[in-house]
């Protein structure tokens, strides 16, 4: 009797069972063909928002299919029909993929912003397709972030529950300097007057040079990105300083300000309310709290930085290298432009100023964090640009 009662039990536990598991639903599979790339966009940009998407899908509902099939497919037929796939094209790659949806879309460069389209194209008739279009975007961090937004909003990506600090307060808890306040994103501040993205270092030990030592710094906000010329453009233009237009790419808007001199930085600063970092500041923002070469961990060339590039080609527009991002949420810490900090070379002489990151002119050997170069403070360069900091003591009440 007692085995029949148990025997019984284990029925009734395997029947619950396989109702529980036949009552979650199926996910709806996606395969993401990616991003046409339009414009001056070289630097797989495309690619990167194809991952930011199969990375950031809300994975209680969907599901992203193994992507280099699908692209083989994708490949093979464009090679008869236009470059762009219709709805129709697009549901009979699905059928063949086993997917439920196939995920196309398009970027392009604008000159002086970015912008974006994307498609999700359901095989079945209950959800034709869900779309979006994102324009005007002045740099390529802030389309990624617009990209996120509307993934949300469509429901593609889980909803953040957002927790805005109060009034006065960082998202770490501290009380802010005058003149900042948290940004939409969660670690992100905004410096009030030229709308600059700063991130929080705290206060703690880091290890600097090579070899590395360890060093105690304070806690200090540091810009996001380099200083746009759009930014600088602003200040000369309102303060009626001059600056020295040299070349067509240097006077594109989302691409840090260069030619600029210690001196010209130094201005700048004075005129935000901020100051110019110290080596140190720098070297601990682009480091971390590790003993790394990079802003990004070990990993093979070509590296995820704008460096060893010719005269004609310049600089890139801040954030272009997504993958190499600080630990504390920096951008562009190795290359693109070489940063100009407070320090002298010589405390004696005092004629030369410290620039630290390399620059797009600049070997792999170059722009690693502990690389130091000196300059004379009064010369700006076709590859001299700056970032800007603020201490926590300054500006509070």
């Known amino acids: 009797m007692v085995k029949y009662c148990i025997a019984l039990l284990l029925l009734g536990f395997i029947m619950v069972m396989a109702q529980e598991q036949a009552?979650?639903?199926e996910k709806t599979r996606i395969a993401i063909v990616g991003f046409k790339e339009i414009g001056e966009i070289k630097r797989g940009a495309g690619e990167c928002l194809a991952g930011i998407m199969a990375s950031s899908i809300q994975s209680e509902q969907y599901q992203i299919l193994e992507r280099s099939r699908i692209q083989e497919m994708v490949a093979e037929k464009l090679l008869?029909?236009?470059?762009v796939l219709k709805e129709e094209e697009m549901k009979e790659i699905a059928k063949v993929a086993q997917s439920d949806a196939i995920f196309v879309g398009e970027i392009a460069d604008l000159y002086n912003s970015f912008s974006?389209?994307?498609r999700l194209v359901f095989a079945d008739q209950k959800v034709s397709e869900v779309k979006d279009t994102i324009v005007d975007c002045p740099h390529w961090g802030k389309l990624q972030e617009k990209f996120r937004q509307s993934l949300r909003e469509k429901g593609l990506m889980a909803k953040e529950e957002k927790q805005i600090p109060e009034p006065g307060f960082g998202w770490h808890g501290e009380k802010l300097p005058l003149g900042m306040y948290c940004g939409q994103e969660r670690g992100i501040y905004v410096w009030g007057k030229?709308?600059?993205?700063?991130?929080?270092?705290?206060?703690?030990?880091?290890?600097e040079g090579n070899p590395p030592q360890k060093?105690?710094?304070?806690?200090?906000?540091?810009?996001?990105?380099?200083?746009?010329?759009?930014?600088?453009?602003?200040?000369?233009q309102t303060q009626k300083y001059p600056h020295l237009e040299k070349t067509s790419w240097n006077t594109r808007l989302d691409h840090p300000a260069v030619y600029v001199s210690w001196k010209d930085a130094k201005a700048y600063c004075e005129w935000i309310g901020k100051s110019l970092p110290?080596?140190?500041q720098w070297e601990k923002a682009a480091r971390g709290l590790d003993t790394r070469e990079y802003p990004w961990p070990a990993r093979q060339e070509p590296y995820p930085a704008c460096y060893s590039r010719k005269e004609k080609e310049g600089t890139t527009p801040i954030g272009s290298y997504p993958e190499g991002i600080s630990q504390y949420g920096c951008m562009d810490m190795a290359g693109n432009a070489a940063e100009w900090c407070e320090d002298w070379a010589h405390e004696v002489l005092r004629?030369?100023?410290?620039?630290?990151?390399?620059s797009w002119l600049s070997p792999a050997k170059a722009?690693?964090?502990?690389?130091?170069?000196?300059?004379?403070y009064a010369i700006g360069l076709n590859f001299t640009g700056f970032r800007t900091v603020v201490n926590v003591f300054c500006g509070q009440e």
């Open 351 to 358: 004629l030369e100023k410290v620039l630290c990151g390399g």
């Open 80 to 83: 008869t029909s236009p470059s």
């Open 215 to 236: 060093k105690v710094l304070p806690a200090y906000y540091i810009d996001r990105y380099e200083v746009t010329f759009v930014q600088y453009l602003n200040f000369c």
């Open 194 to 207: 030229d709308g600059s993205e700063m991130v929080y270092v705290p206060e703690g030990e880091f290890y």
């Open 23 to 25: 009552a979650v639903p």
């Open 278 to 280: 110290t080596a140190s």
């Open 116 to 118: 974006l389209s994307y």
């Open 367 to 376: 722009i690693k964090v502990t690389v130091r170069r000196k300059q004379n």
